[in-house]
């Protein structure tokens, strides 16, 4: 089956610099999550998206921004980059219907040098 | 708002030994409580979910987790772990809305499990 996939799976940076991370939902899935994940942390919540439009925020810094395009994939995109953004960035898929649980990319990990 | 507490780090069992993962959540309303396992550098990977119905719950890999509204409590269990299972496991909250399939999840602080040989 299908999963979500991510893209790039790694990434190096140096600060100041700018990147873009790629995510390509499940097949029909509507919603797109993205999750960022620090060493030993768990998974911190940035932002979604349903049907193309921003469905809810979370500690997404002002540097970042994020969108979901028409074929449903989704881009987050990161400037200003500090050494503190160096985590494991992950991207989410869901149904609308209530319940339903949500599947993860692999992950895309940034490192800031 | 909505929030989950694995109290312990680290849990350690022998192999063939039957394993705890505690989860308690906080949220308002009828929580939808998840499981999820993560391996070294990767993904997280669906276990099983809480709902509504029985409160025993089977999921993958003959995980199993037991709704307590009570206790608010959702803990993992097996009844027989594997050197496999070890892992990194985190419990998963999202509160009811009338539009569920677009609440995000928050997780707990995860339990990394350790099954000896």
């Known amino acids: 089956a299908a999963g979500v996939i991510q893209s790039p799976r790694h990434l190096i940076k140096e600060k100041r610099e700018t990147a873009t991370l790629k995510c390509y939902p499940i097949?029909?899935?509507?919603?797109v999550y993205w999750y960022q994940q620090g060493p030993g942390q768990d998974p911190q919540f940035l932002i979604s998206?349903?049907?193309?439009?921003?469905?809810d925020k979370g500690s997404i810094p002002d540097r970042f921004s994020a969108q979901q395009f028409s074929d449903y994939h989704s881009e987050l995109n990161m400037s200003s980059l500090e050494l503190g953004d160096s985590a494991l960035y992950f991207c989410?898929?869901?149904?609308?219907?209530?319940?339903?649980?949500?599947?993860f990319g692999q992950g895309t990990r940034l490192t800031v040098v | 708002a909505q929030s989950v507490a694995q109290p312990e780090d680290q849990v350690n069992v022998a192999e063939g030994n039957p394993l705890t993962v505690k989860c308690t959540y906080s949220?308002?309303?009828?929580?939808?409580l998840f499981w999820y396992v993560q391996y070294p550098n990767r993904g997280l990977q669906f276990l099983l979910k809480?709902?509504?119905?029985?409160?025993l719950v089977k999921g993958s890999y003959g995980f199993e987790a037991e709704f307590n509204k009570s206790q608010t409590s959702f803990h993992l269990k097996k009844p027989s772990a594997l050197v496999s299972d070890s892992a990194l496991y985190f419990c998963?909250?999202?509160?009811?809305?009338?539009?569920?399939?677009?609440?995000?999840?928050?997780f707990g602080s995860g339990t990394r499990l350790q099954v000896q040989p």
């Open positions: 949220v308002s309303g009828n929580p939808y």
């Open positions: 998963a909250v999202r509160g009811p809305s009338m539009d569920t399939g677009r609440r995000a999840l928050t």
């Open positions: 989410a898929s869901s149904l609308r219907q209530g319940g339903t649980e949500a599947f």
């Open positions: 097949p029909r899935h509507d919603t």
């Open positions: 998206f349903y049907e193309k439009m921003q469905s």
């Open positions: 809480y709902i509504t119905g029985d409160n």
